[in-house]
């Protein structure tokens, strides 16, 4: 157990319909980090926040998806009119700072879209 | 463009012999390079990295890699496996400043009794 949690484990959702994950980091960890896991392939970037501000956002962040971290604390990473597309595994990471160059990772949320 | 390459989708190695895991690496600039582990139904796990200094680092569970700026490569290396070894291996890199982790597609190590 790494001290990141993401909630739910798994989620089941039809086509067009809108999901939300959430990510609860390493309490002092200022660094939070998005990645996507397609079977077969290692993680992809998706987004990184720094307390709350989002930096960067990779091109595969359609419009259809949107994060946020208020007051720094958890994340939500929110999909729209999902795809099937969008199947994948959805893991959160945190990093402790300038000095603390590793990322710890959660167990992610699994996503299947019907 | 930065990027991984881990040339072997699997490698299988008897307990208690030794074990590398390949992996190159394709940035411009200074790469912080790291291995991760991941077990089944888990989440990534850490397990070592490069920043600067000595070539040869060491790392959780006995594992060690090598980083070599020629060969743009950094082996993951344990001198005695273990069945407990067995996992996906994932190699990551990232720049200085750019935060975000490269992964290469992963390599699954096999250790038989």
């Known amino acids: 157990d790494t001290g990141v949690s993401q909630d739910p484990r798994h989620k089941i959702t039809k086509r067009g319909q809108n999901v939300t994950f959430r990510c609860d980091p390493i309490?002092?960890?200022?660094?939070l980090y998005w990645y996507r896991q397609t079977l077969g392939q290692g993680p992809e970037f998706l987004t990184y926040?720094?307390?709350?501000?989002?930096?960067?956002k990779s091109r595969l962040l359609s419009d259809r998806f949107s994060a946020e971290r208020p007051k720094g604390s958890f994340s939500t990473l929110e999909i729209q009119r999902t795809e099937q597309g969008d199947s994948a595994m959805y893991l959160c990471?945190?990093?402790?700072?300038?000095?603390?160059?590793?990322?710890?990772f959660g167990p992610g949320t699994r996503l299947t879209v019907t | 463009a930065q990027s991984v390459a881990q040339p072997e989708d699997q490698v299988n190695v008897a307990e208690g012999n030794p074990l590398t895991v390949k992996c190159t690496y394709s940035v411009s600039g200074n790469p912080y390079l790291f291995w991760y582990v991941q077990y089944p139904n888990r989440g990534l796990q850490f397990l070592l990295k490069y920043i600067t200094g000595d070539n040869l680092v060491k790392g959780s569970y006995g594992f060690e890699a090598e980083f070599n700026k020629s060969q743009t490569s950094f082996h993951l290396k344990k001198p005695s496996a273990l069945v407990s070894d067995s996992a996906l291996y994932f190699c990551a890199v990232s720049l200085p400043n750019t935060d975000k982790l490269i992964f290469g597609t992963g390599t699954r190590l096999q250790v038989f009794p």
């Open positions: 990471a945190t990093q402790g700072g300038l000095s603390s160059y590793e990322q710890y």
């Open positions: 309490s002092e960890h200022n660094r």
């Open positions: 926040f720094q307390n709350e501000a989002q930096l960067e």
